[in-house]
C-alpha cells in the first residue's frame, strides 16, 4: 500500500509538472500582461520598465521557475479583473460546480446502474430496448441543447408554442408545456447556507435545490447514456462467463447472481470510466454553467478568457489537472476494495 502511494504521488507530481508547464508556456499566446494592467496613457519607456520589475524580460526557464516556485507555495498570481490572488477567487467559484458536479454524478449513479442492470437482465424486453433507444438518442444531443429544452419545458414563466394551433389540442398541448409554478433556471438562488470558508451551499435548502435540478439533469444528461450501455455490455459479458455458469448449477438464487456476483465485477470497469468522465464533467460544466448563468469554474473560466484574464486562466488549468489526478488515484484505491483479487501495483493475486 505505501510503495502504491509513493509510485502514485511521484506519477501526480511528474504529471502536474506537465501541466504547469504547458500552462506556462500559452501565456504568451493568451495576450500581454501589460495590457490588462496599465493604461493606453503609459508611455512605451514606463511600459518597458514595467517588463524588466516584473521579469517579463528574463529567459523561458527563469519565468518558469520563478511561476513554479510560487505555485508551490499556493501563489498562482492575482487575477487582473478581480483584483485579488488567482486561487482566491477559484475558491468561491469552486463550491458551485463541485455541487453541480455532485449532484450530477448522483443522477447517474441512481439511473444508470438499475437500468443497465435490467437492461442486461432482461435484453429483449420492450423497457430494455426502449432504454437503449433513449440512450442512443441521448448520446447524441449536446448538453446546451438539453439545457435549453428543459428551461423550454420546467422553468419558470416560460411560453411554450411548440404546437400549432390557437384552439383544441394544439392549445391544450401549449398550455399543458407552458409552467407558471416551474423550476428557476437562473444561478444558484439567494437562500445560500454558509458551511467553511467560501463554501455557500444550497444543498440544504429548498429553493438551492430547486435551482440546482435543472442544471444536474442537463449535465448529467451527456454522461448518462455512456454508463447505461457500459454497464448493460460489461454486465452481458459478465453473465456469459463460466463462473456464473457454475453458479446456476449450484443452484444459487437468481438475485444472488445478478447482484453479489455479476454485478460486482461489472462495477471494475465502469469505476475505470467513470473517475475519468467525474474530471470530464468539470469540463462539461462550462457549457452547462453558461446556459444557466451558473456561478461556477466553467463559467469564470470563460469570463477568464473573455477578458484575458491570465493568471486566473493558468489558475484554473492547473486546478482542473489536480482534480484529475486526485480523482484517478482515487479510483486506482476503490479497486481494491472492490475487487481484494486486484493489488494495487496493479499485479492479480
Known sequence: MLAFLVQRISQALLVMFVISVIAFAIQDGLGDPLQEMVGMSVSEEEREAIREELGLN??????????????????????????????????EHLPATLELVIGASLIIIF??????????????????????????????????????????????GVTVNWFPGDTGWGQWMNEFLTTEGGLPSYGRGDDLVHLF?????????RE????????????????????????RAEMMEVLQSDYIRFARAKGLSAGRINFLHALKNTMLPVITVGGVQIG??????????????????????????TRSD?????????????????TNTLVDLIYGLVNPTVKLAGKKA
Not at 437482465?121 to 444531443?141: C, D, E, H, N, Y
Not at 493568471?311 to 484529475?324: E, R, S
Open 111 to 156: 439511473l444508470s446502474v438499475p437500468i443497465g442492470v435490467y437492461s442486461a437482465i432482461r435484453p429483449q424486453a420492450w423497457l430494455s430496448k426502449f432504454f437503449m433507444g433513449v440512450s442512443t438518442v441521448g448520446i447524441s444531443i449536446p448538453v446546451f441543447l438539453t439545457a435549453i429544452v428543459l428551461i423550454q419545458l420546467f422553468s419558470i
Open 197 to 205: 470558508g467560501t463554501w455557500h451551499s444550497g444543498l440544504f435548502t
Open 310 to 326: 491570465i493568471p486566473l486562466i493558468v489558475a484554473y488549468l492547473m486546478v482542473v489537472g489536480l482534480i484529475f489526478v486526485i
Open 280 to 305: 470530464i464533467m468539470v469540463a462539461y460544466t462550462i457549457l452547462t454553467e453558461t446556459v444557466f448563468q451558473w456561478p461556477g469554474l466553467g463559467l469564470m473560466f470563460l469570463e477568464a478568457i
Open 58 to 91: 528574463d529567459p523561458f526557464l527563469v519565468q518558469y521557475f520563478r511561476f513554479a516556485g510560487n505555485a508551490i507555495q499556493g501563489d498562482l498570481g492575482n487575477s487582473y479583473f478581480y483584483s485579488k490572488p488567482a486561487l482566491e477567487v477559484i475558491g
Open 208 to 231: 438551492g435545490l430547486a435551482h440546482l435540478l435543472l442544471p444536474c439533469i442537463s449535465l448529467a444528461s451527456i454522461m448518462l447514456p455512456l454508463f447505461i450501455r457500459l454497464i
